[in-house]
């Protein structure tokens, strides 16, 4: 079987590579075919497999290539985890944002628009080669914003895309752990859209565990998201949000926390990548080695700002733990592959799982994955306030999407100004501007 990773380039490909050397079953992954347009990153992620692949039996067989329609000819899988304007990009996203005294996080607020404006029409052309030249693969969808990407690519291939994100998965574990229960045997009961999910159950041996938690303080400041957001917040809540939520009900704080850091999260990482790929293009050294160090160090510094701004601490040890997006791929393809029907937190249409929001928009819910792909479970109906950040989130994606498709600046100037992060239509225009000046991919919003 043959996967394709788009964007192959990527920091954390030998992440998901890892993933596929602890699989031995038949009907596994024995060809990974990397795709990017650096070749230089590709040849230092190149060797970061081939070491970890050293000494493994009939490891992946590992190919590069920067030619798109050659990577996917053939594949059974695609895995999408690109980043159009690169970590460059990110940090002017940041920049700009934060000049106007709004948050710029890479998918969140003005960020992610502008993040989303670059990325939208790179991965609707990217769906159509994929439909034209695999068309029977299955695409699975990491690149951010991953909700609003994978509806995206979802016009030009159905069902067959479905997106993917470790914060689901980060977030049920961690509070099974603070429950004493194994987070394998759980079932977590969360709903939204990417980045913007509650968790509002989890069910061990078929009995609700959280109302247990949510009473417990002590337990309940025991973990990341615990601590972020404060066991008070929680309890009034009667959930626990995914933790980029933080950037809406501690808004005012994380923004003045962005604007006091010595550098933006996006201008860390590529100092920080530009680093380890230096380090890993030099023969003498070890290319693993490097990637296992900075890896390390990008965990730990995870959502820094959030955390200094809620007085939270510092990550412990267990949220530092690999575990998160490459498994759920992983586990995604065995199901889809080898017909192993498991449940999985994904990004999926809609198809009425949520009464608010049409047919073809995509949520993140739990999934029953099988060979016929993954098909939302149902779910109680979200509450009042769950439901109005939801729907006005879903309309600035749609105003995005229109936005790409139409070249419409007052389509894109919507898109900012719709946003519940964004506080006035001059702000919104300013935006726009700042960044159709920091971004020549964003040059076909003229109309």
Same mark, same amino acid.
């Given at each position: 079987?043959?996967?394709?990773?788009?964007?192959?380039?990527?920091?954390?490909?030998?992440?998901?590579?890892?993933?596929? %050397? @602890? =699989? !031995?079953?038949? *009907?596994?992954?024995?060809?990974? &075919?990397?795709?990017?347009?650096?070749? /230089? +990153?590709?040849?230092?992620?190149?060797?970061?497999?081939?070491?970890?692949?050293?000494?493994?039996?009939?490891?992946?067989?590992?190919?590069?290539?920067?030619?798109?329609?050659?990577?996917?000819?053939?594949?059974?899988?695609?895995?999408?985890?690109?980043?159009?304007?690169?970590?460059?990009?990110?940090?002017?996203?940041?920049?700009?944002?934060?000049?106007?005294?709004?948050?710029?996080?890479?998918?969140?607020?003005?960020?992610?628009?502008?993040?989303?404006?670059?990325?939208?029409?790179?991965?609707?052309?990217?769906?159509?080669?994929?439909?034209?030249?695999?068309?029977?693969?299955?695409?699975?969808?990491?690149?951010?914003?991953?909700?609003?990407?994978?509806?995206?690519?979802?016009?030009? %291939? @159905? =069902? !067959?895309?479905? *997106?993917?994100?470790?914060?689901? &998965?980060?977030?049920?574990?961690?509070? /099974? +752990?603070?429950?004493?229960?194994?987070?394998?045997?759980?079932?977590?009961?969360?709903?939204?859209?990417?980045?913007?999910?509650?968790?509002?159950?989890?069910?061990?041996?078929?009995?609700?565990?959280?109302?247990?938690?949510?009473?417990?303080?002590?337990?309940?400041?025991?973990?990341?998201?615990?601590?972020?957001?404060?066991?008070?917040?929680?309890?009034?809540?009667?959930?626990?949000?995914?933790?980029?939520?933080?950037?809406?009900?501690?808004?005012?704080?994380?923004?003045?926390?962005?604007?006091?850091?010595?550098?933006?999260?996006?201008?860390?990482?590529?100092?920080?990548?530009?680093?380890?790929?230096?380090?890993?293009?030099?023969?003498?050294?070890?290319?693993?080695?490097?990637?296992e160090r900075t890896r390390a160090e990008r965990e730990a510094t995870y959502m820094a700002e959030n955390r200094e701004a809620a007085g939270a601490g510092e990550r412990a040890a267990s949220d530092l733990e690999s575990g998160g997006y490459e498994r759920v791929a992983l586990a995604l393809m065995r199901a889809v592959a080898r017909d192993e029907?498991?449940?999985?937190?994904?990004?999926?249409?809609?198809?009425?799982?949520?009464?608010?929001?049409?047919?073809e928009a995509v949520i993140e819910v739990p999934c029953l994955v099988d060979a016929n792909g993954a098909h939302p479970l149902a779910v109680d109906p979200l509450p009042y306030h769950a439901v109005g950040l939801v729907t006005a989130v879903k309309a600035v994606e749609r105003a995005v999407l229109a936005a790409a498709a139409s070249g419409s600046?007052?389509?894109?100037?919507?898109?900012?100004?719709?946003?519940?992060?964004?506080?006035?239509?001059?702000?919104?225009?300013?935006?726009?501007?700042?960044?159709?000046?920091?971004?020549?991919?964003?040059?076909?919003?003229?109309?």
């Amino acid at each position: 079987m043959r996967l394709t990773i788009l964007g192959g380039g990527g920091f954390r490909v030998p992440l998901v590579y890892g993933a596929l %050397l @602890g =699989d !031995r079953a038949d *009907g596994r992954v024995t060809r990974v &075919v990397l795709h990017d347009e650096d070749p /230089a +990153r590709l040849t230092a992620v190149a060797r970061v497999l081939a070491e970890q692949a050293a000494g493994v039996p009939d490891a992946p067989a590992v190919t590069a290539t920067t030619d798109l329609d050659e990577a996917l000819r053939g594949t059974d899988f695609v895995f999408s985890a690109i980043r159009v304007g690169g970590l460059a990009g990110r940090a002017a996203d940041e920049r700009v944002a934060l000049a106007e005294n709004v948050l710029g996080q890479e998918t969140v607020g003005a960020g992610g628009i502008a993040y989303g404006l670059r990325t939208v029409p790179v991965a609707r052309a990217i769906a159509r080669r994929i439909a034209a030249l695999a068309p029977d693969a299955w695409t699975i969808n990491f690149t951010n914003p991953a909700g609003l990407v994978t509806e995206a690519m979802a016009e030009e %291939l @159905g =069902d !067959r895309v479905i *997106g993917i994100c470790d914060s689901p &998965v980060g977030l049920g574990r961690r509070i /099974a +752990r603070a429950l004493g229960a194994d987070p394998a045997r759980a079932y977590v009961d969360y709903v939204g859209l990417n980045h913007l999910g509650w968790v509002r159950g989890l069910r061990v041996d078929g009995r609700d565990e959280l109302p247990r938690l949510l009473a417990d303080p002590q337990a309940l400041e025991s973990f990341e998201e615990g601590r972020l957001f404060g066991a008070e917040w929680l309890r009034s809540l009667g959930a626990v949000p995914n933790e980029y939520l933080h950037y809406y009900y501690f808004n005012r704080e994380a923004v003045r926390a962005y604007q006091e850091a010595k550098q933006t999260r996006g201008a860390f990482l590529l100092d920080q990548q530009a680093r380890f790929y230096a380090e890993a293009a030099r023969p003498d050294d070890s290319a693993l080695a490097a990637w296992e160090r900075t890896r390390a160090e990008r965990e730990a510094t995870y959502m820094a700002e959030n955390r200094e701004a809620a007085g939270a601490g510092e990550r412990a040890a267990s949220d530092l733990e690999s575990g998160g997006y490459e498994r759920v791929a992983l586990a995604l393809m065995r199901a889809v592959a080898r017909d192993e029907r498991t449940t999985l937190i994904l990004n999926v249409a809609n198809r009425g799982t949520l009464a608010a929001l049409d047919a073809e928009a995509v949520i993140e819910v739990p999934c029953l994955v099988d060979a016929n792909g993954a098909h939302p479970l149902a779910v109680d109906p979200l509450p009042y306030h769950a439901v109005g950040l939801v729907t006005a989130v879903k309309a600035v994606e749609r105003a995005v999407l229109a936005a790409a498709a139409s070249g419409s600046r007052a389509e894109a100037v919507k898109a900012f100004a719709l946003h519940p992060l964004v506080d006035s239509v001059a702000v919104a225009r300013t935006l726009l501007d700042g960044y159709a000046a920091a971004h020549p991919g964003l040059a076909y919003l003229r109309r």
